[in-house]
């Protein structure tokens, strides 16, 4: 019997495809025409809460039935685009939540399009993202013979990054043996240290209490000093140093650690240094002195930073940089037989990216950022980061001819100040300070977050927005008087 009396040759449309493409194309544009007009009217449109009412739009049930590509539309465009984080809007500061770009409106696009695995094998997104991590190895002064990958965001590159060096320091055979028997290990950071570090040391089993907090000197950065103490009290204990996490760009006041010291005793004392740079390693792109505060990050032995920050891509996309790739090799690359490599056709090419990191299916997260570089260039980057510094400074000048006060100096681009008195008693600071910033969330009018220095509650500026311009910043400030007035009248309930 030959194969055609047996094989239907009709091939049938997938009952998951659209029915009719052409209706699908409408439907489609009136959902980009949607989208651009949201981004394009981003200065309309602040967070918003979402009612009760919005809420109920959004339930799922049991999604039994479904509600087809036009419905679809429609609901993509009222129940869910207009209640965003709000960070596209230029008077967003809170947390550091990146702006975004209209190129990733059409790299997503794309993506989606391609829906590309890039845990591996050889097809043209595993090259885009291979340009990519060229790009940042060359932009952090990185040897050629380093490695990296894209992930989720800071905290999973923190991880990466950290299970290199422990396999760095208890050798590949920990991959099978684990770190029962191994030898305490500690870890080393600046007091303030992001919690990615610490959250990476419990995950990676050796425990929170593996990292020592020393805290900074006068300038902000870790005390060398005590620093060096620290590691040779643990070695005199029996206890392994292994890894310093050096800062760049505190998550609460953008300070730097004196990376080329660091590095120095790294060196001396055989530790792997791995830089947190999540928004603050991109001052690398900055004009002086910003820049400058970078120096020595060339010399890491990884890196974590983030693309949706301070690089303003959509979210999420972190990078991990590690010098010795072989090392970054050791602590992942498996091949079962199901992955084996093939001397030709889609399962060839080397690198594979599931070789470098944890997951397997991976998707295309380069695209975002191979067409921000691509669309705008480094320089017109580069000049947006350093406008977001200005803009910061600017924002210092501006608390104090108010009369607030500056919680530390600005060096970067984050501010932190207090509206309230110094003379209060320190929990009503701390009461008015988290009321205007809940206030001005609320009204739409500005987002700060709050956090914590020296004990006292402040508001929290981080500006990683390229949306912002310069009457911003002088409205912002001029909006935290408002509240504050308004505040003086009528506090708002504390459950807001
Ligand atoms: C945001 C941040 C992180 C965590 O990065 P994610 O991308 O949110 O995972 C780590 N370190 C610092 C300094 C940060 O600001």
Excluded at 108 to 120: D, H, I, L, Y
Excluded at 244 to 257: E, H, M, N, Q, R
Excluded at 417 to 431: L, M, R, V
Aim: proline share 4%; aromatic share 8%.
């Amino acid at each position: 019997m030959a194969i055609n009396d047996v094989f239907s040759p009709v091939f049938v449309p997938s009952p998951l495809d659209p029915e009719d493409w052409e209706a699908f194309r409408a439907e489609a544009h009136r959902l980009l025409d949607a989208c651009v007009d949201q981004l394009s009217a981003a200065r309309d449109r602040p967070w918003r809460p979402l009612s009760e009412a919005d809420k109920s739009t959004l339930r799922l049930g049991e999604a039994g039935t479904g509600i087809g590509s036009a419905a679809l539309v429609d609901e993509l465009a009222q129940h869910v685009l207009p209640f965003h984080t709000g960070n596209t809007h230029p008077r967003f500061f809170g947390w550091v939540h990146g702006t975004g770009l209209a190129s990733g409106l059409l790299s997503e696009m794309v993506a989606a399009t391609m829906n590309s695995n890039c845990g591996g094998r050889d097809h043209g997104a595993v090259y885009v993202e291979r340009e990519v991590i060229e790009w940042c190895r060359r932009t952090f002064g990185l040897p050629e013979t380093a490695s990296g990958l894209l992930v989720a965001g800071t905290s999973q590159a923190t991880v990466i990054a950290l299970a290199a060096a422990r396999l760095k320091a208890l050798g590949p055979e920990s991959r099978h043996a684990g770190i029962h028997d191994a030898p305490p290990l500690a870890a080393y950071a600046v007091k303030g240290v992001h919690n990615a570090t610490v959250k990476a040391l419990e995950l990676l089993g050796l425990g929170s209490s593996a990292l020592r907090t020393i805290p900074a000197g006068p300038d902000g950065g870790i005390d060398l000093v005590r620093l060096a103490e620290a590691v040779a009290k643990d070695r005199a204990a029996g206890v392994r140093p292994f890894c310093v996490i050096a800062t760049a760009g505190s998550v609460d006041l953008g300070y730097f650690d004196d990376i080329e010291l660091v590095a120095d005793l790294c060196a001396q004392e055989d530790l792997w240094l791995h830089v947190d740079g999540a928004f603050g390693a991109w001052a690398r792109l900055a004009e002086s002195p910003w820049r400058e505060l970078t120096r020595g990050i060339e010399r890491a032995d990884s890196i974590g930073f983030d693309f949706h920050k301070w690089m303003y891509v959509q979210y999420d996309c972190g990078v991990v940089l590690i010098r010795d790739q072989s090392v970054h090799r050791q602590a992942f690359a498996a091949r079962p037989a199901y992955l084996a490599k093939q001397s030709e056709g889609i399962g060839g090419g080397e690198p594979w990216y599931c070789d470098y990191g944890t997951d397997l299916s991976r998707g295309f997260r380069a695209l975002k950022v191979w067409s921000a570089l691509r669309g705008y260039g480094r320089e017109a980057l580069g000049q947006a980061i350093t406008r977001n510094c200005k803009l910061a400074a600017r924002m210092a000048k501006c608390v104090e001819t108010v009369g607030f006060r500056l919680a530390a100096p600005v060096r970067l681009n984050v501010c932190c100040f207090s509206a309230a008195p110094a003379d209060w008693d320190g929990a009503e600071q701390d009461t008015l300070n988290e009321r205007i910033t809940h206030r001005l969330q609320l009204a739409g009018e500005v987002v700060f977050s709050t956090t914590r220095i020296d004990g006292r509650t402040v508001i929290r500026a981080a500006i990683v927005n390229h949306r912002t311009c310069e009457a911003d910043i002088d409205y912002a400030i001029a909006a935290v008087e408002r509240a504050k007035g308004l505040e003086a009248q009528a506090p708002i309930p504390a459950s807001a």
